[in-house]
């Protein structure tokens, strides 16, 4: 494996002395630690949490051809791996660095899995087979190829500025669909109010986009989906509003970050003094 560092560019650079004469099937850095980084052959599954500097070769679940590796986009520890294989070994997940591996393959066909990605924003599974594509929530896997021919799908991509999935396949071209929607929203914050009289939270801008509330009906849930990735930098602005007079406010604001819809203390991002 061959690495180059564009902050200090002088080329590429040589990361890995692995004793293998197989050539690479997937590589994957993960999305929360760049030094976090997995590489397959199709028998043999290493990493490093060093960018490069030590390798591990770690124990694969079972002895069916690897084809993907996809990191969580929040948790460096926690992997899925996809195998080529006519089985019911198609997915394995794990989530303390390969050290104990779960065979997540139930409602997948016994075909090969050609490739795995995760939604970075709403965080299912994806698949691509020898038959389509499948898509996993919270539950067990399920097609998700309305529109798409009875095809071998080789690689799939998100695109989150439109929230697409793309599918590359064998022989029949590339094809997209919108991402897969859960039927049930998440609900927070229930309504305790319809019209808010003496103070509100007149308007949030996140990263630069401004979403107004306002007091006549202020108090209700406002499901919005703003894509972010790992180790970046975004700014909130809460700007209160008042009937008469002003006076101090003081607020919290939480991520949902493993997406359970309950606020929990590890998840406070920002307290105001009181």
């Given at each position: 494996?061959?690495?180059?560092?564009?902050?200090?560019?002088?080329?590429?650079?040589?990361?890995?002395?692995?004793?293998?004469?197989?050539?690479?099937?997937?590589?994957?850095?993960?999305?929360?630690?760049?030094?976090v980084i997995w590489i397959a052959t199709l028998n043999k599954l290493y990493r490093t949490i060093t960018g490069g500097?030590?390798?591990?070769?770690?124990?694969?679940?079972?002895?069916?051809?690897?084809?993907?590796?996809?990191?969580?986009?929040?948790?460096?520890?926690?992997?899925?791996?996809?195998?080529?294989?006519?089985?019911?070994?198609?997915?394995?997940?794990?989530?303390?660095?390969?050290?104990?591996?779960?065979?997540?393959?139930?409602?997948?066909?016994?075909?090969?899995?050609?490739?795995?990605?995760?939604?970075?924003?709403?965080?299912?599974?994806?698949?691509?087979?020898?038959?389509?594509?499948?898509?996993?929530?919270?539950?067990?896997?399920?097609?998700?190829?309305?529109?798409?021919?009875?095809?071998v799908v080789t690689e799939l991509e998100i695109t989150y500025s439109d929230n697409k999935i793309k599918a590359s396949?064998?022989?029949?071209?590339?094809?997209?669909?919108?991402?897969?929607?859960?039927?049930?929203?998440?609900?927070?914050?229930?309504?305790?109010?319809v019209n808010s009289t003496y103070e509100w939270i007149q308007d949030v801008n996140f990263n630069g986009i401004t979403?107004?509330?306002?007091?006549?009906?202020?108090?209700?849930?406002?499901?919005?989906?703003?894509?972010?990735?790992?180790?970046?930098?975004?700014?909130?602005?809460?700007?209160?509003?008042?009937?008469?007079?002003?006076?101090?406010?003081?607020?919290?604001?939480?991520?949902?970050?493993?997406?359970?819809?309950?606020?929990?203390?590890?998840?406070?991002?920002?307290?105001?003094?009181?």
């Amino acid at each position: 494996m061959w690495k180059r560092d564009f902050d200090n560019d002088t080329g590429f650079h040589k990361i890995s002395n692995l004793n293998t004469s197989s050539p690479l099937q997937s590589l994957t850095v993960a999305p929360s630690n760049s030094n976090v980084i997995w590489i397959a052959t199709l028998n043999k599954l290493y990493r490093t949490i060093t960018g490069g500097a030590s390798w591990k070769e770690i124990t694969l679940p079972t002895n069916a051809p690897i084809t993907y590796i996809a990191i969580d986009i929040l948790n460096s520890n926690k992997i899925w791996i996809s195998f080529g294989q006519f089985s019911d070994n198609g997915v394995y997940e794990s989530s303390d660095d390969g050290n104990t591996w779960l065979n997540i393959s139930e409602g997948l066909p016994e075909i090969p899995i050609n490739c795995i990605i995760q939604n970075r924003v709403t965080k299912e599974l994806y698949v691509g087979t020898d038959i389509g594509v499948y898509v996993k929530s919270n539950t067990n896997w399920m097609q998700f190829s309305t529109g798409l021919p009875n095809v071998v799908v080789t690689e799939l991509e998100i695109t989150y500025s439109d929230n697409k999935i793309k599918a590359s396949t064998y022989g029949r071209g590339l094809w997209e669909s919108d991402v897969y929607v859960v039927d049930e929203e998440p609900s927070y914050c229930k309504p305790t109010q319809v019209n808010s009289t003496y103070e509100w939270i007149q308007d949030v801008n996140f990263n630069g986009i401004t979403h107004p509330t306002g007091n006549n009906g202020g108090y209700i849930d406002n499901n919005i989906v703003i894509g972010v990735g790992g180790n970046t930098e975004v700014f909130f602005t809460l700007t209160p509003g008042f009937e008469n007079w002003s006076t101090y406010e003081y607020w919290n604001i939480w991520i949902d970050y493993n997406m359970n819809n309950e606020y929990e203390t590890n998840e406070v991002v920002f307290s105001s003094d009181k």
